[in-house]
């Protein structure tokens, strides 16, 4: 089966954050999707280096439910927001806490 990044993308287009009324996209924490060899490789953007572990899994597992119609391995890559990534993301945590 092929596939783009731009379908991956359009996949996952609606995947939320956990805890913030918002989309993991829109967000910036899934900052890339790539098509590599059949793969789909996915950069994960966190905002601080301490985020829980059970943070990032949970982020994982929620993608994993519309990524599987692909049926292509995933790779998740991690990376960290810079100055401007991190302002505009506690702005938009802010706006969509959910608690």
Same mark, same amino acid.
Do not use: C
């Given at each position: 089966?092929?596939?783009?990044?731009?379908?991956?993308?359009?996949?996952i287009k609606d995947v939320k954050h956990p805890e913030i009324n918002d989309t993991? &996209?829109?967000?910036?924490?899934?900052? #890339?999707? !790539?098509?590599?060899?059949? *793969?789909?490789?996915?950069?994960?953007?966190?905002?601080?280096?301490?985020?829980?572990?059970? &943070?990032?899994?949970?982020?994982?597992? #929620?993608? !994993?439910?519309?990524?599987? *119609?692909?049926?292509?391995?995933?790779?998740?890559?991690?990376?960290?927001?810079?100055?401007?990534e991190l302002d505009r993301f506690l702005k938009l945590?802010?706006?969509?806490?959910?608690?």
């Amino acid at each position: 089966m092929s596939f783009t990044a731009e379908e991956v993308k359009e996949a996952i287009k609606d995947v939320k954050h956990p805890e913030i009324n918002d989309t993991l &996209i829109n967000l910036g924490i899934v900052k #890339d999707v !790539k098509v590599e060899d059949g *793969k789909i490789v996915i950069t994960i953007n966190l905002p601080f280096p301490q985020v829980p572990e059970v &943070i990032v899994s949970m982020f994982i597992q #929620d993608l !994993k439910g519309p990524l599987s *119609k692909f049926n292509a391995e995933v790779v998740y890559k991690r990376t960290y927001m810079t100055k401007e990534e991190l302002d505009r993301f506690l702005k938009l945590e802010q706006e969509g806490w959910r608690f």
